[in-house]
C-alpha cells in the first residue's frame, strides 16, 4: 500500500487546512485510515481514524475534537483531514497511516509527512 498526502501548509491562528492521502496499491483489505502529527521533540500522536467498512466509525483525539473533521471516499480510496481552528499548537508533521488486514494480522502503512503550521 502506498500513500500520499497533500495539503499541508502556513495558515494563522483561526485559519483552516484541508489535507488529503490517497492510497494505492493492495488496498482491498484497507481496515481504516487515519491521520498522526508528531511536533517537534514530541512523539507521534493519533488525531483521527475512520474505519472502511460500511458502518463508519471516527475516533479523534481530544484536542480536535469539534475542530477537525475526517472523511473517506472508498471509491476513490482517500481520506481526507478538514481542519478549523487552527490552533498554534496544531503545528506538527502530520502524517497518513493505513492499516491492512491480512489474516488475523493488522499491517501498518505510513505516507510522508506534510508540514502544518499555524503560528499565532
Known amino acids: 500500500v502506498q500513500l500520499q498526502a497533500s495539503g499541508g501548509g502556513l495558515v494563522q491562528a483561526g485559519g483552516s487546512l484541508r489535507l488529503s492521502c490517497a492510497a494505492s496499491?493492495?488496498?482491498?483489505?484497507?481496515?481504516?485510515m487515519g491521520w498522526f502529527r508528531q511536533a517537534p521533540g514530541k512523539q507521534r500522536e493519533l488525531v483521527a481514524r475512520?474505519?472502511?467498512?460500511?458502518?463508519?466509525?471516527?475516533n479523534y483525539a481530544d484536542s480536535v475534537k469539534g475542530r477537525f473533521t475526517i472523511s473517506r471516499d472508498n471509491a476513490k480510496n482517500t481520506v481526507s483531514l478538514q481542519m478549523n481552528s487552527l490552533k498554534p499548537e496544531d503545528t506538527a508533521v502530520y502524517y497518513c497511516q493505513a492499516r491492512v488486514l491480512s489474516g488475523v494480522s493488522l499491517y501498518t502503512y505510513w505516507g510522508l509527512g506534510t508540514q502544518v503550521t499555524s503560528p499565532a
Open positions: 475512520v474505519t472502511s467498512d460500511a458502518i463508519v466509525v471516527a
Open positions: 496499491g493492495s488496498i482491498s483489505r484497507i481496515n481504516d
